[in-house]
């Protein structure tokens, strides 16, 4: 049986058309975008090509893109070159408790160099508290960091709100988003939201893994965190990753041009998985957001009684491929600090999956999956004698 992909918010299959683009450039269009001569143009080209395509998804007239490794560097970026650059005018960083560990880990690590960190709650759905986040913004914060989409249980933020209170208190703060998430599936509007850096990466939408960009609205100064070149306006120097960046641009183009109607698709896919797994008589929890209010993509439950690690092993045996946390904890023990800010019980915590979609899946594939997955939950029951 053909496996069933159900990890899209660990990385997604990268469009056939990306895989040919990158083959070309890495054999045709292999010359230095910083060479003067014609094929280092070219792959200048290239990389104009591609920064506008990306540029497209921001849906803003003031701001550019700098290509990064993807969105683990671009937050890094964002996160420890607002900070630093800014550390004469206050000292006060705030971001929320379900970030992804790419933000967490790099504010943790600026209150190690002397900042003052707060981590704002969430309620059981993932939302911030933005009454909390009005009390702790003052004079002295010089960033602001909020995820879009929760990677783990698909929250949607109230990004406007939270920009809106930013402005409101008069702090002199940068306001970054991680829209890792979310970047070529759900509309970013980074205008109403008054972003001022926001993170992205190619392989979470069917791109290439290792390419990612920060946008940085005009007129927004950054420490750069390596030096060594003149690349990416010296924020980010070094030989461009060119085959990653092109491939980055052309599945941006991609799903510009597919946005209409895809995510309606995926969210149906997920809302027709939940329905047949309930219609097979799976006891299923949804954690975080009702599935309407959360971001189409992500899907994230518990099957009380059943260890999330034994029904992922039992999924991966049957070519069905998921996740247990985020991936990037996925092979750590340790329970999902998103789960826990949520408020999770025990029970609920421990055998929580995440099933994540993508516009490559098919209906046929979300029935056929949760067909699957009710029959292993019966069979682990029986066995485990529960
Ligand atoms: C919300 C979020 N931010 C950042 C990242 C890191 O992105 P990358 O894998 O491109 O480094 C991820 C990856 O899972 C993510 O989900």
């Given at each position: 049986?053909?496996?069933?992909?159900?990890?899209?918010?660990?990385?997604?299959?990268?469009?056939?058309?990306?895989?040919?683009?990158?083959?070309?450039?890495?054999?045709?269009?292999?010359?230095n975008?910083?060479?003067?001569?014609?094929?280092?143009?070219?792959?200048?080209?290239?990389?104009?090509?591609?920064?506008?395509?990306?540029?497209?998804?921001?849906?803003?007239e003031?701001?550019?893109?700098?290509?990064?490794?993807?969105?683990?560097?671009?937050?890094?970026?964002?996160?420890k070159?607002?900070?630093?650059?800014?550390?004469?005018?206050?000292?006060?960083?705030?971001?929320?408790?379900?970030?992804?560990?790419?933000?967490?880990?790099?504010?943790?690590?600026?209150?190690?160099?002397?900042?003052?960190?707060?981590?704002?709650?969430?309620?059981?759905?993932?939302?911030?508290?933005?009454?909390?986040?009005?009390?702790?913004?003052?004079?002295?914060?010089?960033?602001?960091?909020?995820?879009?989409?929760?990677?783990?249980?698909?929250?949607?933020?109230?990004?406007?709100?939270?920009?809106?209170?930013?402005?409101?208190?008069?702090?002199?703060?940068?306001?970054?988003?991680?829209?890792?998430?979310?970047?070529?599936?759900?509309?970013?509007?980074?205008?109403?939201?008054?972003?001022?850096?926001?993170?992205?990466?190619?392989?979470?939408?069917?791109?290439?893994?290792?390419?990612?960009?920060?946008?940085?609205?005009?007129?927004?100064?950054?420490?750069?965190?390596i030096?060594?070149?003149?690349?990416?306006?010296?924020?980010?120097?070094?030989?461009?990753?060119?085959?990653?960046?092109?491939?980055?641009?052309?599945?941006?183009?991609?799903?510009?041009?597919?946005?209409l109607?895809?995510?309606?698709?995926v969210?149906?896919?997920?809302?027709?998985?939940?329905?047949?797994l309930?219609?097979?008589?799976?006891?299923?929890?949804?954690?975080?957001?009702?599935?309407?209010?959360?971001?189409?993509?992500?899907?994230?439950?518990?099957?009380?009684?059943?260890?999330?690690?034994?029904?992922?092993?039992?999924?991966?045996?049957a070519?069905i491929y998921?996740?247990?946390?985020?991936?990037?904890?996925?092979?750590?023990?340790?329970?999902?600090?998103?789960?826990?800010?949520?408020?999770?019980?025990?029970?609920?915590?421990?055998?929580?999956?995440?099933?994540s979609?993508?516009?490559?899946?098919?209906?046929?594939?979300?029935?056929?999956?949760?067909?699957?997955?009710?029959?292993?939950?019966?069979?682990?029951?029986?066995f485990?004698?529960?």
């Open positions: 049986m053909k496996p069933i992909y159900l990890d899209n918010s660990a990385t997604t299959r990268p469009h056939p058309e990306v895989i040919t683009l990158m083959s070309r450039v890495q054999e045709e269009n292999y010359g975008p910083s060479s003067t001569h014609a094929m280092g143009m070219e792959g200048e080209k290239l990389l104009t090509l591609a920064r506008k395509q990306v540029n497209a998804l921001f849906r803003s003031a701001g550019r893109v700098i290509f990064t490794s993807g969105g683990t560097e671009a937050n890094n970026l964002a996160l070159g607002a900070a630093r650059r800014l550390k004469k005018r206050g000292r006060k960083i705030i971001t929320s408790a379900i970030e992804h560990s790419s933000v967490l880990d790099c504010c943790r690590s600026l209150a190690e160099e002397g900042f003052e960190l707060k981590i704002l709650p969430v309620d059981s759905k993932g939302q911030v508290d933005l009454q909390s986040l009005e009390k702790e913004l003052n004079r002295e914060t010089v960033l602001l960091s909020l995820i879009h989409v929760s990677n783990e249980i698909g929250t949607v933020q109230p990004l406007t709100e939270a920009g809106q209170l930013m402005k409101k208190s008069k702090a002199p703060a940068l306001f970054h988003i991680d829209a890792v998430q979310s970047f070529g599936k759900l509309p970013l509007e980074v205008d109403s939201w008054g972003a001022d850096l926001v993170s992205a990466s190619a392989h979470k939408t069917h791109g290439p893994k290792g390419t990612g960009c920060l946008w940085l609205r005009n007129g927004v100064m950054l420490d750069a965190l030096q060594g070149g003149d690349q990416e306006e010296k924020l980010r120097p070094g030989t461009e990753n060119c085959p990653g960046i092109a491939g980055f641009g052309l599945a941006a183009q991609i799903a510009a041009d597919r946005s109607g895809t995510a309606d698709k969210r149906r896919l997920k809302e027709i998985f939940l329905l047949k309930q219609e097979e008589g799976a006891a299923a929890i949804v954690n975080g957001p009702a599935l309407e209010e959360a971001a189409p993509h992500i899907l994230n439950l518990s099957f009380p009684g059943i260890k999330a690690e034994v029904l992922l092993n039992a999924l991966s045996g070519g998921v996740s247990a946390g985020s991936a990037c904890h996925s092979r750590h023990p340790e329970p999902s600090h998103v789960l826990e800010a949520i408020g999770l019980e025990r029970m609920r915590l421990e055998s929580a999956l995440r099933f979609f993508s516009i490559l899946n098919t209906e046929e594939e979300a029935l056929r999956a949760a067909e699957s997955c009710a029959g292993l939950i019966k069979n682990l029951k029986n485990l004698g529960s």
